[in-house]
């Protein structure tokens, strides 16, 4: 059973620098940052494969960076050039299971994390 841990969020203010963690179990061959601001659906933020392979929802293209390191087992996501419109709650999320190309909709993902905040001020 996969299990997911958020850490690194926080304040900072607009074009400041921020970086998330996710400490996960085992090995799930898709995982990705979501967010949920007030009033908002959940969405997908960036994906990460087995292989490595990114991929970015268009507002954040760059500007935020995925990553893992799967000998700590954790997830990153790097956010750099923050703006107020990041402001969410952000959530790690994993996919058992060998995709061609991982999905971004968050129905798709089975496991999340408690979430961590990231406040962006202007």
């Known amino acids: 059973q996969v299990r997911l841990a958020e850490s690194g969020g926080g304040s900072v203010q607009a074009g400041g620098s921020l970086r998330l963690s996710c400490k996960h179990s085992g090995f799930p061959y898709c995982l990705g940052w979501f967010r949920q601001a007030p009033g908002k659906e959940r969405e997908g933020v960036a994906i990460i494969d087995g292989v490595g392979e990114p991929q970015y929802e268009d507002s954040v293209k760059g500007r935020f960076t995925i990553s893992k390191d799967d000998f700590k087992t954790t997830l990153y996501l790097d956010v750099n050039n923050a703006k107020p419109e990041d402001t969410a709650m952000y959530y790690c999320?994993?996919?058992?299971?060998?995709?061609?190309?991982?999905?971004?909709?968050?129905?798709?993902?089975?496991?999340w994390g408690q979430g961590t905040q990231v406040t962006v001020s202007s």
């Open positions: 999320a994993a996919r058992v299971g060998y995709f061609d190309v991982c999905p971004r909709h968050p129905d798709m993902y089975q496991t």
